[in-house]
């Protein structure tokens, strides 16, 4: 992928990234502990499927991507 389209694939997946956070901090809010436990887990899988396969792969092929370097 060329660096214009990896720069523009990065921002949508931070983004998403983002905004799942959002989601994380209501479903903390749950008050059914095992609901909660059911949320946090696919909201686990989500997120680490966000940064292995886009944003880690992004970087991996891409470090002047990488601003925290």
């Given amino acids: 992928m060329n660096r214009a389209h990896a720069a523009q694939m ?3 997946a931070i983004n998403l990234d983002r905004e799942l956070g ?3 901090a209501i479903v903390s809010s749950i008050e059914d502990e095992q609901e909660k436990k059911e949320y946090v887990a696919a ?3 989500i997120m680490g499927l966000i940064a292995s396969k886009f944003i880690f792969r992004l970087f991996r ?3 002047e ?3 925290e370097k």
Avoid: N, Q, R
Wanted: glycine letters at 6%.
């Fill in 43 to 45: 909201l686990g899988e």
């Fill in 61 to 63: 092929e891409h470090p």
């Fill in 65 to 67: 991507l990488d601003t």
């Fill in 10 to 12: 990065l921002k949508a």
């Fill in 22 to 24: 959002a989601m994380d």
